[in-house]
Antibody, heavy 122, light 107 residues
Framework: EVQLVESGGGLVQPGRSLRLSCIASGFTFGDYAMSWVRQAPGKGLEWVGFIRSKAYGGTPEYAASVKGRFSISRDDSKTIAYLQMDGLKTEDTAVYYC?????????????WGQGTLVTVSS | DIQMTQSPSSLSASVGDRVTITCRASQGIKNDLGWYQQKPGKAPKRLIYAASSLQSGVPSRFSGSGSGTEFTLTISSLQPEDFATYYCLHHNNYPRTFGQGTKVEIK
């Protein structure tokens, strides 16, 4: 059974850092790109970024709103994807979800974690 | 960046109604699009992938169509459990972008 479990959320002051983790199980983690999506309270879904599988270079892509502040990495040996968030702003307050993205369409954003809440406030 | 314009932003419908939601892409994205249902406090759930392929386990009253720049999600006969917010997501290039969402409410 495919499972994605996010952790690491919490209350953090503006300007500080936080690292989220997405622990994956039930599939061959190394075969998938891993993505992060967020949802501010009462708002729609926003794609944050993703990291390619090692077979495709293991490189990340980011939304403009987080580029230069957030970074995504992966540890295939532990089947974990990370979202490092630096220079947090109040507008980064959201539930953060991870999802997987295969090369083929059937495996794109088909499974999601339950989300972890990040609150940026002084 | 590709913009996804979703309409309507909300609609009121009755059980049994046929409902259609549209997403328009600012440039052609072939069929690189999925549709998602989200209920309050829950993660999104994929309904449709590759614009028109039904996700396994999703009722056949859901269908998707379109390619290029215009896409539709149709619910042929709305059921009580379908009241939720629906989003499209393109994966043609980077950044991926979602439509703004359509909230389907009970009339």
């Amino acid at each position: 059974e495919v499972q994605l479990v996010e952790s690491g959320g919490g209350l953090v002051q503006p300007g500080r850092s936080l690292r989220l983790s997405c622990i994956a199980s039930g599939f061959t983690f190394g075969d998938y790109a891993m993505s992060w999506v967020r949802q501010a309270p009462g708002k729609g879904l926003e794609w944050v970024g993703f990291i390619r599988s090692k077979a495709y270079g293991g490189t990340p892509e980011y939304a403009a709103s987080v580029k230069g502040r957030f970074s995504i990495s992966r540890d295939d040996s532990k089947t974990i994807a990370y979202l490092q968030m630096d220079g947090l702003k109040t507008e980064d307050t959201a539930v953060y979800y991870c999802s997987r993205e295969a090369v083929e369409p059937a495996g794109k954003y088909d499974f999601w974690g339950q989300g972890t809440l990040v609150t940026v406030s002084s | 960046d590709i913009q996804m314009t979703q309409s309507p932003s909300s609609l009121s419908a009755s059980v049994g109604d046929r409902v259609t939601i549209t997403c328009r892409a600012s440039q052609g994205i072939k069929n690189d699009l999925g549709w998602y249902q989200q209920k309050p406090g829950k993660a999104p759930k994929r309904l449709i992938y590759a614009a028109s392929s039904l996700q396994s386990g999703v009722p056949s009253r859901f269908s998707g169509s379109g390619s290029g720049t215009e896409f539709t999600l149709t619910i042929s006969s709305l059921q009580p459990e379908d009241f939720a917010t629906y989003y499209c997501l393109h994966h043609n290039n980077y950044p991926r972008t979602f439509g703004q969402g359509t909230k389907v409410e009970i009339k």
